[in-house]
């Protein structure tokens, strides 16, 4: 039985988490979670990495196992600039900081949108790294780029390389490619130097782990974006299945051949990532469970449990709002903005945190049902179910309304999916596994997903959503 350890880091909290592959089936142990706690300094919201990292090697160095690989998972999008000689010019910047506030603006007279998204096919928003890089300027010169799974595996073993799947994130990858698109870089007025190496594929052996750590094992480069992990181990079955990645945010998507870089999918502000194998993640990032956390928070981190009582015990017909109002961007008093959007809606205000909670389920059920619809009309495929997998995975009321909403099953699980990818990957990088067939094959044996069917219309309420969002889609594009 061969044994890989995952340090799977999320918006919220990290894990390590130990994975044994018996060649047909992975069985996974968290051995060890922690906080993932951003510090607000004097100059913005950063991620402390300095502790997370403790925390991973803390967690490593406490399995008792015969390690044939570790490897990194984490969110996309956020970097650490390092000098030539390796070392990191500042703590990253969290991409809820408000710094990025007007640099959309500021990219698009340098390059129109049109042509930004024709080159990197990338979902604008103001987290993206492009736009964090342009709030960046003055700062010291930088010899590389580090996404933050980048950095963490250089800190582990002192080999250094940007990975695809997370380099995807940044909106500066050529998506047709797989390259940094440099022409682009050079018009944004970006440096160049930090883009001077091409990306690496997942399943790229990087090194042994440096003596110091008293670790033993090596080093690989996975599907290092969370949700490039999390699409790698969805027990798929069949080609028109969307994929929903749900925790603090919600990635819904499709697993592509190709990019799809039209007029339509650029109005829908679809995202185009890249996946293993040269696949194509063609989603749409949606607010996700950010806003029942941040509720949470602001309620004195009454438990979840609780919540999704209360919620369920909830009057049906709550007031809607859109989840990607840029209002529920960054933390804050989270209760009173639903509060506040319900209201500017025309709607009366949710009472109670049993319908704040429930409001926002709901709410985030129809966004779904509408980035399915765009996804069909984009990719011209009909999709016939939807695997939730990641933490989300567990909201049993959740994956019930997104059943009803999108009157298609819903099969849940597996919850650990981006561990789980992230195992799958290093046993690709060993030798153990082949084809992404193959790995999918593995994955399906490993979990039980729970399958939620349609229980009724609630097409009522999904038309009611569009009405008092405005969303409904005014098609100006063939």
């Not at 950063?46 to 015969?66: D, I």
């Not at 049993?396 to 799958?424: F, I, K, S, Y």
């Not at 349609?454 to 405005?470: C, H, K, M, N």
């Amino acid at each position: 039985m061969s044994e890989f350890a995952a340090v799977d880091l999320g918006a919220e909290s990290g894990r390590v988490v130990l994975g044994r592959l018996d060649g047909e089936r992975v069985t996974l142990e968290v051995a060890h979670r922690f906080q993932n706690r951003p510090v607000r300094l004097p100059d913005g919201l950063r991620w402390n990495l300095l502790a997370l990292f403790s925390e991973a090697l803390a967690g490593l160095r406490g399995l008792e196992a015969q390690l044939r690989g570790i490897a990194v998972d984490t969110w996309g999008v956020d970097y650490a600039l390092l000098d030539g000689d390796g070392r990191v010019l500042g703590l990253p910047f969290h991409y809820r900081d408000s710094r990025t506030d007007g640099m959309i603006a500021q990219a698009h007279e340098l390059v129109p949108r049109a042509e930004l998204y024709a080159a990197t096919g990338i979902q604008t928003m103001p987290i993206n790294t492009v736009f964090q890089l342009l709030a960046d300027a003055g700062t010291p010169a930088a010899a590389r780029i580090a996404l933050v799974p980048d950095l963490l595996s250089y800190w582990l073993c002192g080999a250094f390389a940007n990975e695809v799947t997370n380099a995807s994130t940044t909106g500066l990858l050529d998506a047709r490619s797989g390259g940094w698109a440099r022409e682009l870089i050079a018009r944004l007025g970006l440096p160049a130097a930090p883009f001077a190496g091409e990306p690496v594929e997942a399943g790229t052996t990087l090194g042994r782990v440096l003596a110091h750590h008293e670790i033993d094992g090596e080093v690989h480069a996975v599907a290092s974006h969370d949700t490039a992990s999390a699409f790698v181990a969805a027990p798929l079955r069949g080609p028109r299945a969307a994929i929903l990645s749900s925790g603090t945010w919600s990635l819904l998507g499709l697993e592509l051949d190709a990019p799809v870089l039209t007029d339509r999918a650029r109005e829908y502000n679809l995202t185009n990532e890249r996946g293993v194998d040269g696949t194509i993640r063609l989603l749409r990032n949606v607010m996700g469970l950010w806003i029942v956390q941040e509720c949470r928070r602001c309620w004195g981190d009454t438990s979840y449990d609780e919540l999704h009582e209360l919620a369920a015990a909830a009057r049906a017909d709550v007031p809607l709002f859109d989840p990607d109002d840029d209002r529920f961007l960054a933390s804050g008093d989270m209760p009173e903005r639903i509060a506040a959007a319900c209201a500017e809606l025309g709607q009366p205000r949710p009472e109670g945190r049993g319908e704040i909670v429930r409001s926002a389920l709901v709410s985030l059920a129809c966004k779904y049902r509408l980035v399915v619809e765009r996804l069909e009309r984009a990719a011209g495929v009909e999709v016939e179910v939807v695997h939730v997998i990641g933490g989300g995975a567990r909201n049993e009321l959740l994956c019930r309304m997104t059943a009803d909403l999108l009157g298609r099953p819903v099969l849940a699980g597996p919850v650990e999916a981006t561990a789980l990818g992230n195992v799958l990957m290093q046993a690709r990088a060993v030798g153990e596994l082949g084809s992404l067939a193959q790995i999918r094959a593995v994955a399906a044996a490993s979990v039980d997903p729970v399958v939620y069917e349609p229980a009724g219309d609630a097409g009522e309420t999904y038309q009611r959503f569009l009405s008092v969002t405005s969303q409904i889609v005014k098609e100006t594009v063939p």
